[in-house]
């Protein structure tokens, strides 16, 4: 999706601090590289495309060239072992030992928005973004860029009150049409 944060692993590579992504011949900006992984962002110009090149070179030689599927938008959060990166407002992590509770409001982070409209100086989703937990609409506060870390999507809700379930419960993230994959959890109390 344009703007989606991307990850490429690679063989060894001598001098990551030579390499170069393309997509469609723009230049993707590589956010994190080192010897075996490279972490980039798709240019937000590939909106309205099928299909685009990727292209990884080193110092001008192509060591690697892909055909990638484009979509409006590819939500996802981002996650360990299928629990949410997520917080409260003052940083504290959302995890088995401290879990959210109902009317707390909480940001989770992710990726894949796709393109981003600007409205009162913050970039916000362009395509309709709602999100259920355990199948329960949250009250959504904000979705849109996180400030000042270039993909990643930020969204800030309020834990619905009438959520029935407890522990570790399933979080649903559509943006437009698209929605993010079905094993991402949050914890609730």
Same mark, same amino acid.
């Given at each position: 999706a344009p703007g989606q944060i991307l990850t490429l692993s690679t063989p060894s590579l001598d001098r990551p601090d030579l390499l170069e992504i393309t997509i469609d011949n723009i230049a993707a900006p590589i956010l994190f590289a080192n010897r075996t992984q490279i972490n980039f962002q798709a240019p937000y110009s590939i909106s309205g495309r099928s299909r685009v090149q990727l292209e990884l070179r080193m110092g001008g030689a192509l060591l690697h060239r892909s055909s990638l599927e484009v979509a409006g938008a590819n939500p996802a959060f981002f996650e360990s072992s299928g629990l949410i990166v997520a917080t409260f407002p003052d940083g504290r992590l959302i995890t088995d030992a401290t879990p959210? &509770?109902?009317?707390?409001? +909480?940001? #989770?982070? =992710?990726?894949?928005?796709?393109? @981003? !409209?600007?409205?009162?100086?913050?970039?916000?989703?362009?395509?309709?973004?709602?999100?259920?937990?355990?199948?329960?609409?949250?009250?959504?506060?904000?979705?849109?860029?996180?400030?000042?870390?270039?993909?990643?999507?930020?969204?800030?809700? &309020?834990?619905?009150?009438? +959520?029935? #379930?407890? =522990?570790?419960?399933?979080?649903? @993230? !559509?943006?437009?049409?698209?929605?993010?994959?079905?094993?991402?959890?949050?914890?609730?109390?």
């Open positions: 959210a &509770r109902s009317g707390d409001t +909480i940001i #989770l982070y =992710g990726t894949g928005e796709g393109l @981003l !409209r600007e409205a009162n100086g913050l970039q916000l989703t362009f395509l309709p973004t709602s999100v259920d937990i355990a199948g329960v609409p949250a009250d959504l506060l904000y979705a849109g860029a996180a400030p000042g870390f270039p993909g990643l999507l930020q969204i800030n809700l &309020r834990v619905p009150p009438n +959520i029935r #379930l407890r =522990g570790r419960v399933p979080v649903t @993230l !559509r943006i437009g049409a698209f929605r993010n994959p079905t094993n991402q959890f949050l914890v609730i109390e």
